[in-house]
Nanobody
């Protein structure tokens, strides 16, 4: 099993910054962490959950949604088993519940597809006020 705990959400003004953290734990993750990709997704009220960013533990390859490219940065700390999402130049449309997710990598699994993720965190609210 893999447990994911997000933190760092909150209320911020337009143009501000926040950094989300996702701490991963569990026997499965500890043993096979290099085989995982970690993703951030978000869901705004009355909207579908959407992909934001992802990173592979092995190699550190990163992926971003077009809507956040140049503003958000995903990174990882191997020693802490933690993934971060640095969010800059925040806009009102970034307001959502942000979820961290873990995917055990297998051929054909897309990191941008939420249905290809195996474990999810509880979510953290990000609110951008204008």
């Amino acid at each position: 099993q893999v447990q994911l705990v997000e933190s760092g959400g909150g209320l911020v003004q337009v143009g501000g910054s926040l950094r989300l953290s996702c701490a991963a734990s569990g026997r499965t993750f500890s043993s096979y962490f290099s085989s995982y990709a970690m993703g951030w997704f978000r869901q705004a009220p009355e909207k579908e959950r959407e992909f934001v960013a992802a990173i592979t533990w092995s190699g550190g390859n990163t992926y971003y949604a077009d809507s956040v490219k140049g503003r958000f940065t995903i990174s990882k700390d191997n020693a802490k088993n933690t993934v971060y999402l640095q969010m800059n130049s925040l806009k009102p449309e970034d307001t959502a519940v942000y979820y961290c997710a873990a995917q055990f990598r297998r051929p054909g699994r897309a990191v941008i597809d939420q249905y290809e993720y195996d474990y999810w965190g509880q979510g953290t609210q990000v609110t951008v006020s204008s």
